[in-house]
Protein backbone atom coordinates (compact mmCIF):
# COMPACT_ATOMS: atom_id res chain seq x y z
CA UNK A 1 0.00 0.00 0.00
CA UNK A 2 1.04 3.90 -0.92
CA UNK A 3 0.38 7.11 0.85
CA UNK A 4 0.47 10.18 -1.33
CA UNK A 5 1.62 12.69 1.32
CA UNK A 6 0.77 15.80 -0.88
CA UNK A 7 -2.48 16.13 -3.89
CA UNK A 8 -4.75 18.54 -4.48
CA UNK A 9 -7.64 16.41 -5.34
CA UNK A 10 -9.87 19.37 -5.15
CA UNK A 11 -8.47 20.64 -8.36
CA UNK A 12 -10.86 21.71 -10.79
CA UNK A 13 -9.03 19.16 -13.32
CA UNK A 14 -8.89 16.77 -11.18
CA UNK A 15 -12.29 16.72 -9.57
CA UNK A 16 -13.64 16.82 -13.53
CA UNK A 17 -13.05 13.65 -13.64
CA UNK A 18 -14.87 10.61 -11.51
CA UNK A 19 -12.28 7.96 -12.18
CA UNK A 20 -9.36 9.70 -10.27
CA UNK A 21 -9.66 8.51 -6.83
CA UNK A 22 -10.99 4.56 -8.03
CA UNK A 23 -7.62 4.48 -9.71
CA UNK A 24 -5.54 5.56 -6.82
CA UNK A 25 -6.70 3.29 -5.14
CA UNK A 26 -6.80 0.26 -7.02
CA UNK A 27 -3.06 1.41 -7.81
CA UNK A 28 -2.98 0.45 -4.21
CA UNK A 29 -2.76 4.47 -3.21
CA UNK A 30 -5.04 4.10 -0.39
CA UNK A 31 -3.86 7.66 1.82
CA UNK A 32 -4.51 10.77 0.14
CA UNK A 33 -3.47 13.64 2.22
CA UNK A 34 -4.76 16.98 1.14
CA UNK A 35 -2.86 20.23 1.58
CA UNK A 36 -5.26 23.73 1.62
CA UNK A 37 -4.28 26.87 -0.15
CA UNK A 38 -6.52 29.72 1.11
CA UNK A 39 -10.15 29.97 2.64
CA UNK A 40 -11.49 29.36 -1.17
CA UNK A 41 -10.04 25.49 -0.90
CA UNK A 42 -11.60 24.50 2.08
CA UNK A 43 -15.10 23.81 1.00
CA UNK A 44 -14.22 21.09 -1.83
CA UNK A 45 -11.54 20.14 0.04
CA UNK A 46 -13.64 18.66 2.81
CA UNK A 47 -16.48 17.80 0.20
CA UNK A 48 -14.38 15.26 -0.85
CA UNK A 49 -13.04 14.17 2.62
CA UNK A 50 -16.81 13.46 3.41
CA UNK A 51 -17.09 11.51 0.16
CA UNK A 52 -13.84 9.24 1.05
CA UNK A 53 -13.69 9.52 4.65
CA UNK A 54 -11.23 6.55 4.42
CA UNK A 55 -8.82 7.36 1.92
CA UNK A 56 -8.74 11.75 2.03
CA UNK A 57 -6.96 13.44 4.83
CA UNK A 58 -7.48 17.52 5.10
CA UNK A 59 -4.84 19.43 6.05
CA UNK A 60 -5.63 23.44 6.65
CA UNK A 61 -3.05 26.15 5.85
CA UNK A 62 -2.51 29.23 3.89
CA UNK A 63 -0.47 28.72 1.16
CA UNK A 64 2.53 31.41 0.83
CA UNK A 65 1.65 32.64 -2.84
CA UNK A 66 -1.97 33.39 -1.04
CA UNK A 67 -0.46 35.84 1.70
CA UNK A 68 -1.98 39.19 0.28
CA UNK A 69 -3.17 42.10 1.89
CA UNK A 70 -5.28 41.15 4.45
CA UNK A 71 -4.09 37.86 4.92
CA UNK A 72 -4.85 38.45 8.57
CA UNK A 73 -8.27 37.46 8.01
CA UNK A 74 -6.85 34.10 6.39
CA UNK A 75 -5.03 32.94 9.37
CA UNK A 76 -8.19 33.92 11.62
CA UNK A 77 -10.06 31.41 9.11
CA UNK A 78 -7.39 28.61 9.32
CA UNK A 79 -7.88 29.48 13.20
CA UNK A 80 -11.02 29.04 13.35
CA UNK A 81 -11.43 25.85 11.54
CA UNK A 82 -8.91 24.39 13.70
CA UNK A 83 -11.64 24.34 16.25
CA UNK A 84 -14.06 22.52 15.15
CA UNK A 85 -12.82 19.66 12.78
CA UNK A 86 -10.14 17.24 12.46
CA UNK A 87 -7.35 18.16 10.58
CA UNK A 88 -4.40 15.79 10.27
CA UNK A 89 -1.59 18.79 9.23
CA UNK A 90 -0.82 22.45 9.31
CA UNK A 91 -0.63 22.94 5.46
CA UNK A 92 0.53 23.89 2.95
CA UNK A 93 2.61 26.72 4.52
CA UNK A 94 6.07 28.19 3.81
CA UNK A 95 7.71 30.80 1.57
CA UNK A 96 8.20 31.19 -2.32
CA UNK A 97 9.67 33.64 -3.95
CA UNK A 98 9.83 32.55 -7.50
CA UNK A 99 6.38 34.01 -8.56
CA UNK A 100 6.37 37.78 -6.24
CA UNK A 101 8.33 39.06 -3.34
CA UNK A 102 5.71 41.91 -2.85
CA UNK A 103 4.64 40.07 0.34
CA UNK A 104 8.09 38.54 1.07
CA UNK A 105 7.24 39.95 5.04
CA UNK A 106 3.92 39.13 5.34
CA UNK A 107 4.88 35.27 3.93
CA UNK A 108 7.48 34.94 6.48
CA UNK A 109 4.74 36.33 8.83
CA UNK A 110 2.15 33.86 8.21
CA UNK A 111 4.38 30.92 8.17
CA UNK A 112 5.83 31.62 11.84
CA UNK A 113 2.11 31.94 12.68
CA UNK A 114 1.12 28.75 11.55
CA UNK A 115 3.83 26.79 13.06
CA UNK A 116 2.73 28.10 16.32
CA UNK A 117 -0.52 27.15 15.40
CA UNK A 118 1.22 23.62 14.61
CA UNK A 119 2.65 23.36 18.60
CA UNK A 120 -0.32 24.46 20.18
CA UNK A 121 -2.01 21.99 18.16
CA UNK A 122 0.55 19.05 18.21
CA UNK A 123 0.30 18.86 14.84
CA UNK A 124 2.72 18.35 11.41
CA UNK A 125 3.48 21.14 9.20
CA UNK A 126 3.79 20.61 5.29
CA UNK A 127 6.00 23.00 3.98
CA UNK A 128 6.48 24.98 0.39
CA UNK A 129 9.81 26.05 0.09
CA UNK A 130 10.33 27.60 -3.42
CA UNK A 131 13.67 29.17 -4.17
CA UNK A 132 13.10 29.66 -0.19
CA UNK A 133 14.92 26.78 1.17
CA UNK A 134 17.30 28.56 3.22
CA UNK A 135 14.77 30.93 4.65
CA UNK A 136 12.53 27.69 5.04
CA UNK A 137 15.17 25.94 6.92
CA UNK A 138 16.33 29.07 9.15
CA UNK A 139 12.63 29.28 10.09
CA UNK A 140 11.92 25.80 11.22
CA UNK A 141 15.21 25.85 13.01
CA UNK A 142 14.20 28.69 15.57
CA UNK A 143 10.81 27.20 16.10
CA UNK A 144 12.79 23.50 16.41
CA UNK A 145 12.12 22.73 20.27
CA UNK A 146 11.67 18.86 20.05
CA UNK A 147 8.12 19.14 19.13
CA UNK A 148 7.60 20.29 15.42
CA UNK A 149 7.55 17.77 12.58
CA UNK A 150 6.71 17.69 8.99
CA UNK A 151 7.67 17.28 5.77
CA UNK A 152 9.27 19.74 3.42
CA UNK A 153 7.35 18.95 0.21
CA UNK A 154 8.74 18.61 -3.28
CA UNK A 155 12.10 19.01 -2.23
CA UNK A 156 14.15 20.97 -4.74
CA UNK A 157 17.07 21.96 -2.72
CA UNK A 158 20.95 20.52 -2.98
CA UNK A 159 22.40 17.66 -0.87
CA UNK A 160 23.38 19.67 2.03
CA UNK A 161 19.92 21.87 2.57
CA UNK A 162 18.68 18.44 2.43
CA UNK A 163 20.45 17.55 5.07
CA UNK A 164 19.79 20.09 6.77
CA UNK A 165 15.99 19.43 6.85
CA UNK A 166 16.77 15.85 7.93
CA UNK A 167 18.82 16.87 10.84
CA UNK A 168 15.76 19.05 11.57
CA UNK A 169 13.35 15.60 12.31
CA UNK A 170 11.94 16.59 9.17
CA UNK A 171 11.38 14.53 6.24
CA UNK A 172 11.41 15.31 2.32
CA UNK A 173 8.61 15.04 0.10
CA UNK A 174 9.79 13.54 -3.16
CA UNK A 175 7.68 13.48 -5.86
CA UNK A 176 7.94 13.41 -10.21
CA UNK A 177 10.77 15.43 -10.18
CA UNK A 178 12.95 12.24 -9.31
CA UNK A 179 11.97 10.78 -12.84
CA UNK A 180 13.32 13.64 -14.81
CA UNK A 181 16.44 13.74 -16.99
CA UNK A 182 18.09 16.79 -15.38
CA UNK A 183 17.34 16.81 -11.48
CA UNK A 184 19.17 16.70 -9.10
CA UNK A 185 16.77 15.04 -6.98
CA UNK A 186 18.50 11.25 -7.73
CA UNK A 187 21.36 12.25 -5.97
CA UNK A 188 19.79 13.22 -3.15
CA UNK A 189 17.58 10.03 -2.86
CA UNK A 190 20.58 8.51 -3.17
CA UNK A 191 22.38 9.99 -0.20
CA UNK A 192 19.22 10.66 2.05
CA UNK A 193 18.37 7.52 3.96
CA UNK A 194 15.28 6.01 3.46
CA UNK A 195 13.59 6.47 6.60
CA UNK A 196 13.92 10.51 5.88
CA UNK A 197 11.90 10.13 2.64
CA UNK A 198 8.06 9.81 1.62
CA UNK A 199 6.29 10.00 -1.31
CA UNK A 200 3.57 12.53 -3.04
CA UNK A 201 2.49 14.00 -6.34
CA UNK A 202 1.63 17.56 -6.04
CA UNK A 203 -0.78 16.22 -8.25
CA UNK A 204 -2.53 17.59 -10.49
CA UNK A 205 1.49 19.13 -10.96
CA UNK A 206 4.68 17.31 -11.98
CA UNK A 207 3.62 13.96 -13.45
CA UNK A 208 6.43 11.99 -13.38
CA UNK A 209 7.43 10.31 -16.51
CA UNK A 210 6.09 8.96 -18.76
CA UNK A 211 3.68 11.39 -17.63
CA UNK A 212 5.53 14.74 -17.73
CA UNK A 213 4.02 17.50 -18.80
CA UNK A 214 0.43 16.05 -18.57
CA UNK A 215 -2.18 16.13 -15.65
CA UNK A 216 -0.84 14.39 -12.51
CA UNK A 217 -2.81 12.26 -10.24
CA UNK A 218 -2.61 10.46 -7.13
CA UNK A 219 -2.66 6.88 -9.06
CA UNK A 220 1.40 7.51 -10.37
CA UNK A 221 2.63 7.16 -7.07
CA UNK A 222 3.83 3.84 -7.75
CA UNK A 223 6.24 5.24 -10.87
CA UNK A 224 7.65 7.72 -8.46
CA UNK A 225 8.20 4.42 -5.76
CA UNK A 226 9.89 2.35 -8.78
CA UNK A 227 12.23 5.04 -9.70
CA UNK A 228 13.49 5.66 -6.01
CA UNK A 229 13.79 1.82 -5.66
CA UNK A 230 16.22 1.66 -8.61
CA UNK A 231 18.48 4.67 -7.07
CA UNK A 232 18.65 3.07 -4.49
CA UNK A 233 18.72 -0.35 -5.46
CA UNK A 234 16.04 -1.63 -3.48
CA UNK A 235 12.49 -3.51 -4.21
CA UNK A 236 9.29 -1.50 -5.10
CA UNK A 237 7.65 -3.13 -1.77
CA UNK A 238 10.74 -1.72 0.77
CA UNK A 239 9.97 1.81 -0.78
CA UNK A 240 5.99 1.26 -0.12
CA UNK A 241 6.72 -0.11 2.93
CA UNK A 242 9.19 2.58 4.62
CA UNK A 243 7.60 5.76 2.82
CA UNK A 244 4.25 4.52 4.25
CA UNK A 245 5.30 3.96 7.81
CA UNK A 246 7.26 7.61 7.69
CA UNK A 247 4.11 9.23 6.37
CA UNK A 248 1.97 7.69 9.71
CA UNK A 249 4.60 8.85 12.14
CA UNK A 250 4.47 12.51 10.49
CA UNK A 251 0.58 12.58 10.35
CA UNK A 252 -0.28 10.31 13.54
CA UNK A 253 -3.36 8.26 13.75
CA UNK A 254 -4.31 5.69 11.09
CA UNK A 255 -7.50 7.18 10.90
Known amino acids: MYTDTHTHLYDERLMADEQNIPRALAAGVTRLYLPNCDSQTIPGMLALVEKWPDHCFPMIGLHPTYVKDGYESELARME ?11 GEIGLDYYWDVTFKAQQRKAFEYQIELALQNHLPIVIHSRESNDDCIEVVR ?28 FCLGIGGVVTYKKSI ?11 YLVLETDAPYLAPVPYRGKRNESSYIPLIAAAIAEIK ?8 EVTTNNAQKVFGTKK
Not at 154 to 169: E, H, M, N, P
Not at 185 to 195: D, F, K, N, S, T
Not at 233 to 240: D, F, K, L, Q, Y
Open 185 to 195: LPEIVREIPLQ
Open 233 to 240: GISVEEVA
Open 80 to 90: EELSWRKYYAI
Open 142 to 169: QKQDGRLKGIFHCFSGDLAQARAVTDLG
